[in-house]
């Protein structure tokens, strides 16, 4: 899937547009640090030659008018997984990206294309490569086997052996799980071998964590910083105060991400989305994502303890990072770093604080020289805005143009406006017509079919390295008997049923016409889930139900399952889990009525 994934990127990708030399004329200029009302600025060779250029501009050089523009640093998003839609983030501005955690074969090519001056049309990745986790721990469960570790005598090599991957930095992961679902992780001592190894090889260290014990620990221990905040409905003034002295007297770093925390709170970035420029650069696939927030209830006053934990470390100058941990449910790359910076506004941080977060605060962080400002000799990633993002953060999104190493990106924007409004105007399948009574389960002794689709098949973690089995049965007058073992092995295992819509695996079918999910079930009396995936998301959205002792029928309105795209459904799923242990349960009558 990496592959496929990583060529199709390839394949779709446009050449940046180079000039032999660029002049910014008349244009405010955001440096990184503070704004000029009116300079130039020239480019040669993929540098900045001068950032307050006097006189005639060279001969051949391309004149951009900069009047009533702002040109900032190319934008930094300080928390990233890159996998896909590569050369999305420059579309928005976004010329460079912390990758806190990527398949190696990916890390080495991006290193490979930077040494060499071929990444025009990509932002630059600087990643950590593999984290550092537990065997079951966060990181083991996207399919991928991993180096994980136990104990600090192993931290040594451990990090090591990343850094001869070509990992930039180091991360950790300290992630004990959430209420219903514990994970393994790493103990205190192990962090701080980890954090020590990464150091004695001259790396940073920084360190995921979800809960304000864990954030403790990880700053006592040496981590230079925090790849997120914890949230919560409120947080003493106590724990404040103390909280936030330690990160101001370790000198440490905290990347909020207010993106994925909202994510998880249930909020959907309604700034992006309400937005018709930023739709206009997305398209429907690429969307997909940001209906799909992980929470399934909105509860906005889990942030309230991160706004005021983020407002207390502005106020004691601790450095805040831009960053939104696109690649998760509810975020998608590029866009939602312009999410991110208004988050950062809203929780006290002025709109040149929130601009910084995203430049020069980065690239001080992780010594990335050459980044994150407009000065001379500086590599020109530039972004020009109409509007002043320092005054009016939501300016940002006013791109005119972007320039990567020079060069611009003109040609892929245009293509990706193009491509969204081609889709947008082409017709739509027309919904699939559903059988009279619903009934997509055609259960027999011979076959488990379906009046459309691939029809049904056993659902587990195994193609993920988990452990997990299955075995299905017929067991008369349309119904199958599941016997589920849900096994340590994936941070989130399963088994289960699965019906595939689709001609093929993942190919979406218009099931619009289905408003509620019906289903017959009798079992052991344990908790189960259905699962439904839809477009290019990889991630299911949920809605539980329960298997007693007696038959009953389940309704599930389609409208429930939150953000799930009913014209691309991929796949929908009857599973046991994450709970490990054995499950029993019997399906029959699976239909989908338009009533």
Not at 536 to 543: E, F, G, K, L, N
């Amino acid at each position: 899937m990496l592959k496929l994934l990583v060529a199709a990127s390839l394949a779709c990708a446009l050449p940046a547009m180079a000039v032999e030399a660029t002049l910014i004329k008349d244009v405010r200029v955001f440096d990184g640090q503070q704004v000029y009302a009116k300079r130039s600025v020239l480019l040669e060779g993929g540098k900045i030659a001068s950032a307050d250029f006097k006189g005639k501009a060279p001969d051949g050089a391309q004149v951009v008018d900069g009047a009533g523009r702002t040109l900032m640093p190319g934008l930094i998003d300080s928390h990233t997984h890159s996998f896909q839609h590569f050369e999305l983030p420059l579309v928005f501005g976004v010329t460079s990206e912390l990758d806190m955690f990527t398949a190696v074969p990916l890390l080495q090519e991006m290193n490979g294309r930077m040494q060499r001056g071929e990444n025009r049309d990509r932002p630059d990745i600087i990643s950590a490569g593999i984290l550092a986790t537990v065997p079951g721990g966060h990181g083991t469960e996207y399919g991928m086997a991993i180096p994980t570790l136990t104990k600090p005598e192993e931290a040594q090599p451990w990090v090591d052996a990343r850094i001869a991957e070509g990992s930039h930095f180091i991360k950790i992961v300290m992630e004990p799980g959430w209420p219903g679902h514990p994970m393994p992780s790493l103990d205190r001592a192990t962090v701080k071998a980890l954090v020590a190894a990464a150091h004695k090889r001259g790396k940073m260290a920084v360190v995921h964590i979800s809960n304000p014990a864990d954030a403790r620990a990880a700053l006592e221990e040496g981590a230079d910083g925090l790849v997120h905040l914890f949230s919560g409905e409120s947080i003493s003034g106590t724990d404040l105060k103390s909280f936030v002295k330690l990160a101001h007297d370790r000198k440490a770093f905290i990347i909020p991400t207010f993106s994925v925390l909202e994510s998880v709170a249930g909020l959907k970035e309604k700034d992006v989305l309400e937005d018709k420029k930023m739709m206009a650069l997305l398209t429907s696939d690429q969307i997909v994502p940001l209906n799909s927030p992980y929470g399934k209830t909105e509860m906005a006053q889990r942030m309230n303890a991160t706004r005021e934990v983020v407002a207390a470390l502005r106020n004691a100058g601790v450095p805040l990072l831009a960053g939104t941990d696109a690649g998760n449910g509810g975020t998608q790359a590029g866009a939602s770093l312009h999410h991110e910076l208004l988050s950062l506004t809203q929780a006290g941080l002025t709109p040149l604080e929130a601009l910084r977060s995203a430049t020069s605060v980065p690239a001080k962080a992780f010594h990335l020289a050459e980044r994150g400002v407009i000065a001379k000799g500086a590599k020109a990633d530039l972004v020009l805005v109409d509007g002043d993002p320092s005054q009016d953060i939501k300016a940002s999104r006013n791109i005119v143009e972007v320039w990567k190493d020079g060069a611009t990106v003109s040609e892929r924007r245009k293509a990706q406006q193009e491509l969204v409004a081609k889709e947008l105007s082409a017709p739509k399948a027309a919904p699939l017509v559903l059988p009279a009574d619903g009934m997509i389960s055609l259960f027999s002794k011979e076959k488990l079919a379906s009046p459309f689709g691939t029809g049904w098949v056993p659902s587990n973690d195994a193609f993920l390295g988990g452990k997990s089995t299955v075995n299905l049965e017929y067991a008369g007058e349309n119904s199958v008997n599941v016997k589920a073992s849900v096994q340590p092995g994936f941070a989130f295992p399963w088994a289960g049923i699965a019906f595939v819509p689709g001609s093929q695996a993942f190919q979406p079918a218009n099931l619009s016409a289905a408003k509620t999910l019906r289903f017959r079930v009798k079992g052991d009396g344990q908790g189960y889930q259905v699962g439904i995936m839809h477009g290019s998301a990889r991630i299911p959205v949920y809605q539980p139900f329960a298997a007693g002792a007696e038959w009953q029928e389940v309704a599930l309105p389609m409208a429930s399952f939150a953000g799930v795209d009913t014209s691309a459904i991929t796949l929908i799923m009857f599973n046991a889990g994450p709970k490990t242990g054995d499950y029993q349960f019997q399906i029959a009558d699976v239909r989908l009525t338009n009533q």
